[in-house]
């Protein structure tokens, strides 16, 4: 195309006999010789470059001739039309009767602005999708600096007490599943390592061995227990274990719904009730913090945490 062309005219012809394009391209120049004048004359505005290629595609079908011409216009719009207008005229090419209607003038620079506008756009929206507004900027490292001041890692919740005499490993079954159900909680230790435990038989100073929710011990990752009723066993249920998914908490620590880590987004817009607290055995990534803080929850545990562009200020991170 003419890099001065304006604008493009269509148009459809039909000739009553076989023709070949050398002969419609004849009957263009031929039939419109003169007659609009020197200053529309066809060949002299082609050698202006006033007016460019003359396209014919034409074909025969039983006889009959189809075909398209488009005529590429450098010539401002009223001369434009009139020029097309002139097309009509043409009745006959080579010894054939033919008709040609002119389908559309195109406006070249329109289409131009229009993939400039639509290419603007995608430029616009990747620009401000990557962009830090200047009034962010200050509640971002904010934020982000409140987040490394509340990243915890799982304590002790509570302890056991193995029977006086016995460690934890010469216990049997049935022994740590009855010391289980008798935790106390942390709190009431001395020091971490022993207590004060009253007994059937009396009051003993007796060993103690932490059950927490991430430590290795042999007796705690072996042994079936009840159901969760911390947050530190919805932690090694999930986390611990390398389970792979997600449970969602209500307040009371109740499980609302649980799933595939791979379906938190999912899986938090679709709760009948709004979580408390998600526990995830995976990172926390954007989308689950935008959806966290969409649904209000408060608190989402996961493995590690994300590269955020914006983080909500209302979403508690803890990571194990």
Request: glycine share 8%.
């Given at each position: 195309?003419?890099e001065?062309a304006?604008?493009?005219i269509?148009?459809d012809i039909?000739?009553?006999?076989?023709?070949?394009?050398s002969?419609v391209v004849?009957a263009v120049f031929?039939?419109?010789?003169?007659?609009?004048?020197?200053?529309?004359?066809?060949?002299?505005?082609?050698?202006?470059?006033?007016?460019?290629?003359?396209?014919v595609?034409?074909g025969?079908?039983?006889?009959?001739?189809y075909?398209?011409i488009?005529?590429?216009?450098?010539?401002?719009?009223?001369e434009?039309?009139?020029l097309?207008?002139?097309?009509?005229t043409?009745?006959?090419?080579?010894?054939c009767?033919?008709e040609?209607?002119?389908t559309?003038?195109?406006?070249?620079?329109?289409a131009?602005?229009?993939?400039?506008?639509?290419?603007?756009?995608?430029l616009?929206?990747?620009?401000?999708?990557?962009?830090v507004?200047?009034?962010?900027?200050v509640?971002?490292?904010?934020e982000?600096?409140?987040?490394e001041?509340?990243?915890?890692y799982e304590?002790?919740?509570y302890v056991?007490v193995a029977p006086?005499?016995n460690?934890?490993e010469?216990l049997?079954?049935?022994a740590?599943?009855?010391?289980?159900r008798e935790?106390?909680?942390?709190e009431?230790?001395?020091?971490?390592?022993?207590?004060?435990?009253?007994?059937?038989?009396?009051e003993?100073t007796a060993?103690?061995e932490?059950v927490?929710?991430?430590e290795e011990?042999a007796?705690?990752t072996?042994?079936?227990?009840?159901?969760?009723?911390?947050?530190?066993?919805?932690?090694d249920?999930?986390i611990?274990?390398?389970s792979?998914?997600?449970?969602l908490?209500?307040?009371?620590?109740?499980v609302i719904?649980?799933?595939?880590?791979?379906?938190t987004?999912?899986l938090?817009?679709?709760?009948d009730r709004?979580?408390?607290?998600?526990?995830?055995?995976?990172?926390?990534?954007?989308?689950?913090?935008?959806?966290?803080?969409?649904?209000?929850?408060?608190?989402v545990?996961?493995t590690?945490?994300?590269?955020y562009v914006?983080?909500?200020?209302?979403?508690?991170?803890r990571t194990?």
């Amino acid at each position: 195309m003419d890099e001065t062309a304006k604008y493009l005219i269509h148009a459809d012809i039909t000739a009553a006999g076989v023709v070949e394009r050398s002969d419609v391209v004849g009957a263009v120049f031929g039939q419109t010789e003169g007659l609009l004048g020197n200053e529309l004359d066809l060949r002299d505005l082609q050698d202006s470059k006033k007016v460019g290629r003359i396209d014919v595609d034409i074909g025969s079908e039983e006889g009959t001739s189809y075909g398209q011409i488009t005529v590429e216009s450098g010539l401002d719009k009223v001369e434009t039309a009139i020029l097309a207008a002139a097309l009509e005229t043409i009745e006959q090419v080579g010894p054939c009767t033919a008709e040609i209607v002119v389908t559309d003038i195109e406006d070249i620079r329109s289409a131009k602005r229009r993939e400039v506008v639509e290419r603007a756009t995608e430029l616009l929206a990747t620009f401000e999708a990557q962009s830090v507004r200047t009034e962010d900027i200050v509640e971002t490292v904010r934020e982000r600096a409140r987040v490394e001041d509340i990243t915890e890692y799982e304590t002790v919740d509570y302890v056991a007490v193995a029977p006086r005499g016995n460690s934890v490993e010469d216990l049997s079954r049935e022994a740590v599943l009855t010391a289980l159900r008798e935790k106390i909680p942390y709190e009431q230790l001395d020091d971490g390592r022993t207590a004060a435990v009253a007994g059937a038989e009396g009051e003993a100073t007796a060993e103690v061995e932490t059950v927490a929710a991430a430590e290795e011990g042999a007796a705690a990752t072996t042994v079936e227990t009840d159901a969760p009723t911390t947050l530190s066993d919805h932690i090694d249920a999930v986390i611990g274990a390398g389970s792979g998914e997600v449970r969602l908490l209500d307040a009371e620590l109740g499980v609302i719904t649980e799933g595939s880590a791979a379906e938190t987004v999912s899986l938090v817009e679709a709760a009948d009730r709004v979580p408390e607290t998600i526990v995830l055995d995976d990172a926390c990534s954007q989308k689950v913090l935008d959806v966290a803080a969409q649904r209000g929850v408060d608190i989402v545990v996961a493995t590690g945490e994300g590269e955020y562009v914006k983080q909500p200020t209302s979403v508690r991170i803890r990571t194990v």
